[in-house]
């Protein structure tokens, strides 16, 4: 738990920021009731048919498991997208679309919940690195289209044996459609190429702050890019309920806590200021 002075301390360096890079990754969710799966003992709990079989995360969110598995890969998917729907974005994600609406702010997720954007953030202000969940592709790549899809649900789905039926199809092509995410072992993802340019061209400029949210030591993509930033100059909060999480970026601003009682207490700090 962060002490009230650091909380001040972070209050008054979002005061003065005019641009803010938000990072948000696993833990920033989390708080949403939506499962990390880092911890398999965890995601083989919720899925017992899977432990049967030996298929872990890594194995069903692969282009290899939608080749060989099918039936398993969506259901793995479709689980997700009924667990996402049922539940919600966190006051969190509200308090970083209210202080965007004060500052020039961009947020870089490594979610693929879609909880940015479905909480209110603005399109051209986010960058998915790993794609979205409510967004289909062609898994056979018959073009780099993708589109948006948020019925739920999408897929008929047997919970007991955790199988999928009566799967999305390519508009296109008429086949099997995947979700467009970054999957593991993955070369058929097709991007995003506007979240690049919009992400591109933010960075461009200089940046005042950054937050670092929820960052995991499996997937540190977030705390490599706040290390750039940190050893630049630029002051960055990390926020991570991990006492061990600031090992990278190593910043003075580390708050031990959940994401989103950091941010519900930093905009209460930040509103008596």
Same mark, same amino acid.
């Given at each position: 738990?962060?002490?009230?002075?650091?909380?001040?301390?972070?209050?008054?360096?979002?005061?003065?920021?005019?641009?803010?890079?938000?990072?948000?990754?696993?833990?920033?969710?989390?708080?949403?009731?939506?499962?990390?799966?880092?911890?398999?003992?965890?995601?083989?709990?919720?899925?017992?048919?899977?432990? &049967? !079989?030996? *298929?872990?995360?890594?194995?069903?969110?692969? #282009?290899?498991?939608?080749?060989?598995?099918? /039936? $398993?890969?969506?259901?793995?998917?479709?689980?997700?997208?009924?667990?996402?729907?049922?539940?919600?974005?966190?006051?969190?994600?509200?308090?970083?679309?209210?202080?965007?609406?004060?500052?020039?702010?961009?947020?870089?997720?490594?979610?693929?919940?879609?909880?940015?954007?479905?909480?209110?953030?603005?399109?051209?202000?986010?960058?998915?690195?790993?794609?979205?969940?409510?967004?289909?592709?062609?898994?056979?790549?018959?073009?780099?289209?993708?589109?948006?899809?948020?019925?739920?649900?999408?897929?008929?789905?047997?919970? &007991? !044996?955790? *199988?999928?039926?009566?799967?999305?199809?390519? #508009?296109?092509?008429?086949?099997?459609?995947? /979700? $467009?995410?970054?999957?593991?072992?993955?070369?058929?993802?097709?991007?995003?190429?506007?979240?690049?340019?919009?992400?591109?061209?933010?960075?461009?400029?200089?940046?005042?702050?950054?937050?670092?949210?929820?960052?995991?030591?499996?997937?540190?993509?977030?705390?490599?890019?706040?290390?750039?930033?940190?050893?630049?100059?630029?002051?960055?909060?990390?926020?991570?309920?991990?006492?061990?999480?600031?090992?990278?970026?190593?910043?003075?601003?580390?708050?031990?806590?959940?994401?989103?009682?950091?941010?519900?207490?930093?905009? &209460?700090?930040?509103?008596?200021?």
């Amino acid at each position: 738990m962060a002490n009230p002075e650091t909380i001040q301390t972070c209050a008054r360096l979002l005061q003065q920021a005019g641009r803010m890079l938000v990072l948000t990754s696993a833990g920033m969710s989390a708080d949403s009731n939506i499962p990390t799966f880092r911890d398999k003992d965890g995601y083989w709990r919720n899925f017992p048919p899977f432990k &049967e !079989k030996g *298929l872990e995360a890594q194995d069903l969110a692969s #282009p290899w498991a939608f080749r060989n598995e099918l /039936p $398993h890969a969506w259901a793995f998917y479709e689980w997700r997208r009924r667990n996402a729907n049922e539940n919600e974005p966190h006051e969190g994600y509200h308090v970083l679309n209210r202080w965007a609406e004060n500052r020039d702010a961009f947020i870089h997720t490594t979610n693929t919940d879609g909880y940015h954007l479905r909480s209110g953030c603005s399109a051209d202000r986010i960058k998915e690195v790993h794609g979205s969940m409510w967004r289909l592709q062609c898994l056979d790549v018959c073009s780099y289209d993708f589109w948006n899809e948020e019925s739920v649900p999408l897929c008929g789905l047997d919970h &007991e !044996k955790m *199988l999928a039926s009566d799967y999305p199809v390519c #508009p296109r092509c008429n086949g099997i459609a995947r /979700p $467009h995410i970054l999957m593991f072992g993955d070369g058929e993802y097709t991007g995003h190429q506007k979240q690049e340019d919009n992400f591109s061209d933010f960075i461009r400029k200089a940046v005042d702050l950054v937050l670092l949210i929820g960052s995991s030591g499996a997937v540190p993509t977030n705390d490599y890019i706040a290390l750039q930033f940190h050893q630049g100059g630029t002051p960055v909060i990390n926020i991570n309920l991990d006492s061990s999480a600031n090992a990278i970026v190593n910043t003075p601003y580390f708050l031990v806590m959940k994401g989103k009682d950091a941010l519900t207490q930093l905009d &209460e700090a930040l509103n008596s200021l």
